[in-house]
């Protein structure tokens, strides 16, 4: 898992991620969109890669809980894409480390140039991993201090409203 990159070491300086961003700095197009609420269907967030950074609406109802999660998508999504290797520890099944086998390669395809089924891939392969080691990464939040109980984040983030139906 990349817990113990998360938790010890400082952020490489790019991509930037933006937690609350506008709608509009995460999608762009009709189709962009759909593609999106396609691979998030259950979140109450919306990830996205883009040449400004990681952007992340967040939905009217998103809990702390919520925020957390998709924190920690953004995360490994920065972590990827900046190649920082993932570690396997004694919770590391095949599963995750194929998932984490898969956005590496991602990344190392074209070059290191990302298309946008690439990027949609990265991001429904990271929304993957997370569902499957949020729970683990919850208790390490917790036995390092963290409080996940509220969100602090600014007054200047946006909330976005949108269904899981298509968007036409």
């Known amino acids: 898992m990349y817990v113990s990159w998360l938790l010890f070491t400082g952020w490489p300086r790019i991509p930037s991620v933006f937690i609350g961003a506008s709608f ?3 999608v ?3 189709d962009e969109l759909n593609a999106l609420l396609h ?3 259950e979140c109450k967030h919306i990830l996205n890669i883009r040449s400004s950074g ?3 609406a967040l939905h009217t109802e998103s809990t702390d809980q919520d925020m957390i999660r998709c924190c920690y998508q953004a995360a490994i999504v920065r972590a990827v894409l900046c190649g920082v290797k993932g570690t396997k520890n004694k919770k590391t099944n095949a599963s ?3 998932l984490l086998q898969e956005m590496e390669l991602l990344t190392k395809s074209n ?5 946008s089924a690439s ?3 990265l991001v429904h392969l990271s929304y993957e991993y997370v569902r499957v080691t949020v729970d683990d990464f919850l208790p390490l939040l917790l036995s390092h201090g963290w409080i996940v109980s509220t969100s602090l984040l600014g007054s200047d983030e946006w909330r976005c409203s949108w269904s899981g139906a298509k968007v036409k």
Do not use: K, Q
């Not at 070059?111 to 298309?115: A, C, E, F």
């Open 39 to 41: 691979l998030n269907s």
């Open 54 to 56: 990681i952007n992340v």
């Open 111 to 115: 070059g290191g140039h990302m298309s």
């Open 24 to 26: 509009g700095s995460v």
């Open 28 to 30: 762009s197009t009709v």
């Open 119 to 121: 990027r949609f891939e």
């Open 96 to 98: 995750t480390a194929n």
